[in-house]
């Protein structure tokens, strides 16, 4: 089974309309991040939190928000989809024990805006 | 800014044969640096750190050049399997907000 999960997978949605993303980790990690994937432009982060009391802006936190449920469970949540919020998002965890460095993602979700 | 600078490529090369490339990095601070693999449409997964006095495992060779600011990768023997999207990672912060990826070169390995 999948350490850090995802959902939903793909997403297809319209403008102006609320989604959230989830995420789930199993690997006891305190640290977790969202970040997005564009074509050509690499990964970039969007929220981070150290642990459930902790949230953190990343480069590219305007139009997002985040909830840090528990410390298994990361959302994601877009309040009011745009177009070019269309990207492929991944969240990923790391170990407090160690460096930020060493990231693990789950699989992505895939997200449209029409 | 942070810049992390990657020849996206692609790099065609024959299964068998020796391929590198690298990656260099604007700020002179940085502190640590990284190889990731993607699949096309997967998740990106450590490949390799990458010591100051350059790293080896297995069929893979990382170094680093702070002088030049610039990583390498060095992939031998190419199989296949190691058809991928490599991305260069570089932490100048020390903080989650620190790790900048690079855009990433796509390989593709043929038979």
């Known amino acids: 089974d999948a350490d850090v999960t995802q959902t939903p997978r793909n997403r297809i949605t319209k403008t102006g309309k609320r989604i959230m993303l989830e995420c789930s980790q199993t690997?006891?990690?305190?640290?977790m991040y969202w970040y997005r994937q564009d074509p050509g432009l690499g990964l970039r982060l969007i929220y981070y939190?150290?642990?459930?009391?902790?949230?953190n802006k990343g480069e590219i936190s305007d139009g997002y928000s985040v909830s840090r449920q528990a410390q298994a469970k990361f959302s994601l949540s877009l309040e009011s989809a745009i177009p070019n919020q269309t990207a492929l998002y991944f969240c990923?965890?790391?170990?407090?024990?160690?460096?930020?460095?060493?990231?693990?993602f789950g699989p992505g979700t895939r997200l449209t805006v029409l | 800014r942070k810049e992390v600078e990657q020849d996206p490529g692609p790099f065609n090369v024959p299964e068998g044969a020796t391929v590198a490339f690298n990656c260099t990095y604007s700020?002179?601070?940085?502190?640590?640096f990284f190889w990731y693999r993607q699949d096309c449409r997967k998740e990106p997964k450590l490949l390799m750190s990458?010591?100051?006095s350059g790293n080896e495992d297995g069929r893979f060779t990382a170094q680093l050049n702070r002088a030049s600011q610039y990583i390498s990768l060095l992939i031998r023997d190419s199989k296949l399997s190691d058809s991928a999207t490599y991305l260069c990672?570089?932490?100048?912060?020390?903080?989650?907000?620190?790790?900048?990826f690079g855009k990433g070169t796509h390989l593709i390995i043929q038979p």
């Open positions: 990458v010591y100051s």
């Open positions: 690997k006891g990690h305190d640290r």
């Open positions: 939190s150290f642990d459930v009391k902790d949230i």
């Open positions: 700020n002179s601070a940085s502190q640590s």
């Open positions: 990923a965890t790391s170990d407090p024990r160690g460096p930020a460095d060493t990231q693990y």
């Open positions: 990672v570089v932490n100048s912060g020390g903080g989650a907000d620190g790790l900048t």
